[in-house]
């Protein structure tokens, strides 16, 4: 049972070094605009990059990881990921960042895809959901402290240390796999790697109102947190003003609302089931929309009125996610890795949409990112209701 717990602990870090690394220079964006000669619009397209990359890089490590295992996937991601991030610290122009970032991303996608089908592999049913909100609870640690420590490593040494930092995580954990964790996929079949088989299982999972349902309800509420994300240092730092290590601290309390939010629904989900608890999730997402939104057409804009509703969503956020994976991996184990390639491959896909066009819009105010809110929750809702609940 310990060493489960390791294992458990292990994947899930490595599950959180895929966002960490996507969030940790989030602090120095106008920095970097000044160090590399570019523009606010091409730094934040650096995370749309390496979203692209995160997402659809998982379409190959899913197959992959159904058909030769786990492990070998994973370390050739992880060693990907780390030179992803020595290109970043290297790069002399916005150009070679742009490629480093996306080098990062397509390592980075073995992190989530592989790690949520080797908690498939461990756990099943309510216990898979009890054991993705744990998950959640250390993943946000790692998730609320990287652009705070990001903050920190900006104001006293500048931005390119950050990535010499991602350098050292995505080894140490590199090294963590080859030493510690073991395969854990019971239903190894190269067969799995054939086109004809790929493509009967995508066809198996397209065409299920269960995986389009919770897919859709994940796409949708990553995409508003990656809206807030991608905006929220030009807006909190250039319109409202506060430095790095402050901006750091409204991203640390906005991760502490989603560690406090798994911890509920690790509590709760038992007694009131998946699909009750992924609904309060959704009503608190769309409540935090308007609630900004409100804020902002009676003329309110600073700290407060930006970071209260996003308090609120990333609360809700952690009722959904977690449930959204516990209820579509369950019935699908023998394939839970091409399973977990396109539930988180969509999820980041379109995230990066939600990123791309706010990154394009301009947001002197917060109206963009309390519509993008509402937006996700309203349509998560409607899918929900024809798919999961029709059902």
């Known amino acids: 049972m310990r060493f489960i717990t390791i294992i458990f602990l292990i994947i899930v870090v490595t599950q959180a070094l895929g966002q960490a690394i996507a969030d940790i220079y989030l602090p120095s964006f106008p920095a970097i605009v000044i160090g590399l000669n570019t523009?606010?619009?091409?730094?934040?397209l650096s995370l749309t990059i390496y979203a692209l990359g995160y997402g659809l890089s998982q379409l190959v490590y899913g197959p992959l990881s159904d058909g030769i295992g786990r492990r070998k996937p994973m370390l050739a991601g992880l060693f990907l990921c780390t030179m992803g991030s020595v290109i970043c610290l290297m790069a002399p122009d916005i150009q070679v960042l742009l490629l480093g970032r996306l080098c990062?991303?397509?390592g980075a996608g073995a992190t989530l895809t592989i790690g949520g089908a080797m908690l498939r592999d461990l756990f099943e049913g309510p216990t898979l959901s009890k054991y993705n909100s744990y998950a959640g609870i250390v993943f946000v640690i790692f998730l609320s402290m990287a652009p705070l420590l990001g903050g920190y490593i900006q104001e006293h040494m500048g931005w390119r240390p950050i990535f010499g930092f991602m350098?050292?995580?995505s080894l140490l954990v590199l090294l963590g796999f080859i030493f510690i964790i073991p395969e854990t996929n019971k239903y190894i079949k190269p067969e799995n790697l054939q086109f004809k088989i790929i493509k009967q299982h995508i066809h198996t999972l397209i065409t299920s109102s269960i995986f389009i349902g919770y897919t859709s309800c994940s796409l949708l509420t990553y995409g508003a947190i990656l809206a807030w994300v991608?905006?929220?240092?030009?807006?909190?730092?250039n319109v409202v003003g506060l430095s790095p290590v402050q901006y750091g601290w409204v991203y640390a309390a906005s991760g502490a609302a989603f560690a406090m939010g798994a911890f509920a629904n690790s509590k709760f989900v038992s007694r009131f089931g998946i699909n009750l608890m992924l609904q309060i999730g959704l009503i608190g997402m769309l409540m935090s929309g308007v609630i900004m939104l409100m804020l902002q057409l009676l003329g309110y804009i600073n700290t407060a009125v930006i970071a209260w509703p996003v308090v609120l969503l990333l609360f809700s956020a952690s009722l959904v996610f977690p449930n959204t994976s516990a209820g579509l991996f369950q019935p699908f184990p023998h394939?839970?890795?091409?399973?977990?390639?396109?539930f988180y491959s969509s999820r980041l896909l379109g995230?990066?949409?939600f990123s791309g066009l706010i990154a394009w819009i301009p947001h002197a105010t917060q109206m963009p990112i309390a519509l993008a809110f509402i937006i996700s929750a309203t349509l998560s809702w409607i899918i929900f209701a024809i798919t999961i609940m029709r059902r």
């Open 39 to 44: 523009n606010i619009q091409n730094v934040e």
């Open 104 to 106: 990062q991303g397509l």
């Open 167 to 169: 350098t050292i995580c």
């Open 230 to 237: 991608t905006a929220s240092s030009a807006l909190l730092e």
């Open 335 to 342: 394939i839970a890795g091409i399973a977990s390639a396109l």
């Open 351 to 353: 995230g990066a949409l």
